[in-house]
């Protein structure tokens, strides 16, 4: 298992929490959780691709986990993506690479267009273009959980559970999701904002979904989920929209694994194969 610590940046006039896996004198890789993730949800790809030849920093976004909320209209793609190259730049890397999962993608993607030159190499876990039909209603349901209020972090992690989105349940997940609240009047609430979360949706919403494909000129790596969300409720990346990325983004590598959209960071074949694509694209 690689070292790992957690530590804070100051970005602008907020403060950002980040976790590492590695040494610092590694070349750095920043994992970009998706739209409710948070800084756990790398630990299953940190303990195992983190060590003396990557150092992966796991972000809580803006408004999640550790990290400040912003007030409204300082969300969306944009603003993640610049605190994204912020946080690079503060740790002293100009160049680096992006792991980016769901909604994180989308940040990979921004960053891309932001500063290319920036970026060694771009990992998109199970994020593409469009989503299947489907896809939304679920989301939309398992993000009601954030604003319950809970009578301890046993009974919110058994609310998550009982959504049956998560299968196997391990260690990992456990973690991800008590790392998450907080105790608060006797109860226990999440500490991922409700309103930075609707207003990355929204911000979603107004992207074309195919447009930022054109800014990965730098090696990538789409890994796609061969399960859908929930059974019947369809595919994050279709099968159509694997092949169109195929066809724009002709050097890209595909991977596929055999796991839903949030299952998929925490499978054995996902971590070797970012880690073998790091191992080639951070040196």
Known sequence: MSVTDEFDVVVGAHRLHAQRWGSTAAPLVVGVPGLTGNIRNFAFLGERIGGAGIQLV????RGRGGSDATGPG?????????????????LGFDQFAIVGQSM?????????????????????????????????PVIAASINRLSGVYDSAEHYVTAVRAQALIEPWSDYWD????????????TVRVRTSVEAVAEDRTYTMTQDPYARWRHLAMPTLLVRA??????????????????RFARDVPHAAIVEVDANHLTINSHPPTAEAVGRFLAGNTA
């Open 58 to 61: 796991s972000l809580d976004l």
């Open 74 to 90: 300082t969300y969306g793609w944009e603003n993640h993506a610049g605190d994204v190259l912020a946080i690079a730049a503060a």
């Open 104 to 136: 994180g993608g989308s940040v990979a993607m921004k960053a891309a267009e932001l500063d290319p030159r920036r970026l060694r190499a771009v990992v998109l876990l199970d994020v593409a273009g469009r989503v299947d039909p489907g896809v939304g």
């Open 175 to 186: 973690r991800a999701y008590r790392y998450d609240v907080r105790e608060c009047d006797g």
């Open 226 to 243: 061969t399960r859908e969300l929930r059974p019947g409720a369809g595919y994050v990346v279709p099968e159509d929209d694997r092949d």
